[in-house]
């Protein structure tokens, strides 16, 4: 009866993968299957350490046996145990390895699968690992035409960039997510993602970015009819007036309220910056003198 010892099924796979006087070349379909038993013998019994490196080494035998589907689900199992292990860079580059492949079968939507699970796993640790995960993750999706699956990745990756405080990457990557839904005539999507993103301007205080960003967005039809583009419009008049109760009543409004928790946060927290003073400024320019030396 064969050893069902995961230490000894684990040493005699590496003997039959290492070439000697006696053995002129490796045995990597008999290694890899001792590999996956191995592993399994130490997940069961809470090794995690010698789990990882038996589902690591049974990937590699996959793959030195052309079986790109096999060695990705098995470098999954090995990230798992990495996140368990709080691996964190392992973890990554797990996750990343799976993906690449995934691609090799030509199975997109697995591959970014794994690199969305690996971003998960990161966004509190290595939150730009995460967010270079989300993207890639993204990008596969869309470069196999399947866009409106990438819808929760890029709300994944806009939470992630609000956490770090970087509200220009959040708003690019909120008007990202309204050019994939414009892809996939997702109205609904793509307009609460505009609306999103003047949220994140305004609530980064940069009153200018958030008007430019609504004029920009309302070429776009389907936004310029939804309610979506009316909140919008009336955030903005509210902080051309100064008025900070009428922002604060429009943030509680319904369109508001069906946005994402992290865009809802924000605008709760509306006004940020002292608007009274965006107020002076708009009425000093509409009474700026008309300068007949001015020919533009």
């Known amino acids: 009866m064969a050893s069902s010892d995961p230490n000894k099924l684990l040493t005699k796979a590496d003997k039959l993968t290492k070439l000697s006087l006696t053995r002129w ?167 609460k993602a505009y609306l999103s993103a003047i949220i994140v301007y305004l609530y980064a205080h940069d009153f200018q970015q958030a008007e430019k960003c609504y004029n920009d967005c309302s070429q776009i039809e389907a936004f310029l009819k939804s309610d979506h583009n009316r909140c919008a419009s009336k955030f903005l008049a509210a902080y051309t007036d100064g008025d900070v109760d009428e922002i604060k009543k429009i943030a509680q409004s319904s369109a508001v309220n069906h946005l994402d928790h992290a865009i809802i946060r924000l605008a709760r927290k509306l006004p940020t910056g002292d608007v009274s003073a965006l107020k002076t400024a708009t009425a000093e320019d509409d009474e700026e003198p008309l300068d007949e030396n001015d020919l533009t």
């Not at 797990?94 to 966004?123: H, I």
């Not at 730009?128 to 993750?137: N, R, S, V």
Request: charged letters at 25%; a negative charge; glycine letters at 4%.
């Open 25 to 191: 070349s490796a045995d990597w379909k008999t290694a890899t299957g001792l590999y996956e038993q191995a592993a399994i013998g130490f997940r069961a019994s809470k090794n995690h350490e010698k789990a990882k490196l038996a589902f690591e080494k049974a990937s590699q035998g996959q793959e030195m046996l052309s079986s790109p589907w096999d060695a990705a689900k098995l470098m999954e199992s090995a990230a798992a145990l990495a996140k368990e292990l709080s691996n964190w860079r392992e973890v990554g580059d797990f996750y990343q390895k799976a993906s690449q492949l995934y691609m090799e079968c030509g199975r997109p939507q697995p591959a970014s699968d794994a690199l969305a699970k690996g971003a998960r796993a990161l966004e509190d640790t290595m939150p730009e690992e995460a967010i270079q995960l989300y993207t890639d993750a993204c990008t596969i999706l869309e470069d196999d035409d399947k866009d409106q699956m990438a819808f929760d990745l890029y709300r994944a990756v806009t939470s992630v960039y609000i956490k770090l405080e970087k509200y220009t990457d959040a708003a690019s990557s909120l008007l990202r997510l309204g050019l994939a839904a414009d892809k996939c005539n997702a109205t609904n999507s793509q307009s």
